[in-house]
Antibody, heavy 119, light 108 residues
Framework: QVQLQESGPGLVRPSQTLSLTCTVSGGSISSGDYYWSWIRQPAGKGLEWIGY???????NYNPSLKSRVTISEDTSKNQFSLKLNSVTAADTAVYYC???????????WGQGILVTVSS | EIVLTQSPGTLSLSPGERATLSCRASQSVSGSYLAWYQQKPGQAPRLLIYGASSRATGIPDRLSGSGSGTDFSLTISRLEPEDSALYYC?????????FGQGTKLEIK
């Protein structure tokens, strides 16, 4: 069974870059078996799909964030990462990494990491 | 972007009753690519249903999904206290893969 764990700073300054890493166990990010996604959830609000990375590094991003988002992979460490630049308070949320065998939905989720954007 | 509207906002029922949660899409969801998730406080979402009606691994048959086009529903029979949670629908037929705003299910 795939297990995911998010890591990264819990506090980011406005206008800076949010950087998170998801470490995967129980599955290989280079196998082509899964789509590797990032999803976020502001406190007390709903879920927002950010994007995914798939086999050989192909990506798909939410257009609402596309100009600021990069999802990349490090196959040597079996990790994938999220970078969101020019952050504002509106980017404060719990960020989840997740994976699914089918494009679009996620069978497996990390526990989530709270990222606060504040000076 | 496909907008998903879930209703009701909150549903309060007693153990043993049946809950029906609705998810309506602003455009037809191709291939019935509609998923349902359950989220409890402080936890990550858990996949319940995919493909509108297929149960995910380990999901009991008390839960069932149905629908096509723009109207989908999740039915939970024989409610148990552990079913108390937020429920989200998600369409993955067209990018961006949007979520509904959620329905809160309370078990009295």
């Amino acid at each position: 069974q795939v297990q995911l764990q998010e890591s990264g700073p819990g506090l980011v300054r406005p206008s800076q870059t949010l950087s998170l890493t998801c470490t995967v166990s129980g599955g290989s990010i280079s196998s082509g078996d899964y789509y590797w996604s990032w999803i976020r959830q502001p406190a007390g609000k709903g879920l927002e799909w950010i994007g995914y990375i798939y086999y050989s590094g192909s990506t798909n991003y939410n257009p609402s964030l596309k100009s600021r988002v990069t999802i990349s992979e490090d196959t040597s460490k079996n990790q994938f990462s999220l970078k969101l630049n020019s952050v504002t308070a509106a980017d404060t949320a719990v960020y989840y990494c997740a994976s699914g065998e089918t494009r679009g939905y996620s069978d497996y989720w990390g526990q989530g990491i709270l990222v606060t954007v504040s000076s | 972007e496909i907008v998903l509207t879930q209703s009701p906002g909150t549903l309060s029922l007693s153990p043993g009753e049946r809950a029906t949660l609705s998810c309506r899409a602003s455009q037809s969801v191709s291939g019935s690519y509609l998923a349902w998730y359950q989220q409890k406080p402080g936890q990550a979402p858990r996949l319940l249903i995919y493909g509108a009606s297929s149960r995910a691994t380990g999901i009991p048959d008390r839960l069932s999904g149905s629908g096509s086009g723009t109207d989908f529903s999740l039915t939970i029979s024989r409610l148990e206290p552990e079913d108390s949670a937020l429920y989200y629908c998600q369409q993955y037929g067209r990018s961006p893969y949007s979520f509904g705003q959620g329905t809160k299910l309370e078990i009295k």
